[in-house]
Protein backbone atom coordinates (compact mmCIF):
# COMPACT_ATOMS: atom_id res chain seq x y z
CA UNK A 1 0.00 0.00 0.00
CA UNK A 2 2.68 2.04 0.08
CA UNK A 3 3.07 3.03 -3.80
CA UNK A 4 -0.58 3.92 -3.19
CA UNK A 5 -0.10 6.65 -0.30
CA UNK A 6 3.40 8.37 -2.21
CA UNK A 7 0.85 8.85 -4.94
CA UNK A 8 -2.02 9.90 -3.06
CA UNK A 9 0.90 12.48 -1.23
CA UNK A 10 1.83 13.52 -4.79
CA UNK A 11 -1.82 13.93 -6.14
CA UNK A 12 -2.66 16.25 -2.92
CA UNK A 13 0.83 18.27 -2.89
CA UNK A 14 0.93 19.35 -6.69
CA UNK A 15 -1.90 21.67 -6.77
CA UNK A 16 -1.58 22.58 -3.41
CA UNK A 17 1.80 24.40 -3.98
CA UNK A 18 0.09 26.14 -7.44
CA UNK A 19 -3.06 27.34 -5.79
CA UNK A 20 -3.04 31.01 -5.80
CA UNK A 21 -6.52 32.23 -5.69
CA UNK A 22 -8.61 29.73 -3.22
CA UNK A 23 -5.68 30.70 -1.00
CA UNK A 24 -6.71 34.64 -0.75
CA UNK A 25 -10.06 33.93 -1.20
CA UNK A 26 -10.65 31.98 2.33
CA UNK A 27 -7.29 33.35 4.32
CA UNK A 28 -7.04 36.93 2.86
CA UNK A 29 -3.85 38.85 2.62
CA UNK A 30 -2.25 37.29 5.13
CA UNK A 31 -1.99 33.90 4.21
CA UNK A 32 1.53 33.16 2.28
CA UNK A 33 1.79 30.54 -0.45
CA UNK A 34 4.47 29.89 -2.83
CA UNK A 35 1.88 30.17 -5.64
CA UNK A 36 0.50 33.69 -4.34
CA UNK A 37 4.18 34.62 -3.61
CA UNK A 38 5.25 33.76 -7.30
CA UNK A 39 1.92 35.94 -8.33
CA UNK A 40 3.11 38.58 -6.57
CA UNK A 41 6.64 39.12 -7.38
CA UNK A 42 5.14 38.81 -11.48
CA UNK A 43 2.54 41.04 -11.72
CA UNK A 44 2.47 43.06 -8.42
CA UNK A 45 6.50 43.37 -7.72
CA UNK A 46 7.98 43.02 -11.50
CA UNK A 47 10.86 41.78 -10.09
CA UNK A 48 10.92 38.68 -12.90
CA UNK A 49 14.66 37.45 -11.45
CA UNK A 50 13.30 36.53 -7.97
CA UNK A 51 10.24 35.11 -9.54
CA UNK A 52 11.87 33.10 -12.21
CA UNK A 53 14.27 31.52 -9.75
CA UNK A 54 11.15 30.87 -7.27
CA UNK A 55 9.58 29.55 -10.17
CA UNK A 56 12.43 27.28 -10.99
CA UNK A 57 13.00 26.18 -7.64
CA UNK A 58 8.88 25.44 -7.18
CA UNK A 59 9.17 23.14 -10.86
CA UNK A 60 12.66 21.09 -8.90
CA UNK A 61 10.16 20.45 -5.99
CA UNK A 62 7.29 19.25 -7.97
CA UNK A 63 9.73 17.15 -10.64
CA UNK A 64 12.43 15.35 -8.62
CA UNK A 65 10.03 13.56 -6.45
CA UNK A 66 7.89 12.41 -9.18
CA UNK A 67 10.83 11.06 -10.80
CA UNK A 68 12.39 9.45 -7.43
CA UNK A 69 8.87 7.95 -7.40
CA UNK A 70 8.74 6.56 -10.96
CA UNK A 71 12.32 5.27 -10.47
CA UNK A 72 11.11 3.17 -7.40
CA UNK A 73 8.14 2.02 -9.11
CA UNK A 74 10.17 0.72 -11.73
CA UNK A 75 12.82 -1.46 -9.26
CA UNK A 76 9.95 -2.54 -7.56
CA UNK A 77 8.64 -4.43 -10.99
CA UNK A 78 11.81 -5.31 -11.88
CA UNK A 79 12.52 -7.58 -8.79
CA UNK A 80 8.45 -8.83 -9.10
CA UNK A 81 9.36 -10.39 -12.61
Known sequence: SLPGVIAG????????VGEFVIPD??????T?????T???????NRDWPVSSAVAVILLLLLIVPIMLFQQAQARAQEQGK
Open 9 to 16: CLLVFIPA
Open 25 to 30: LLGGSQ
Open 32 to 36: LMIGK
Open 38 to 44: LWNEFFA
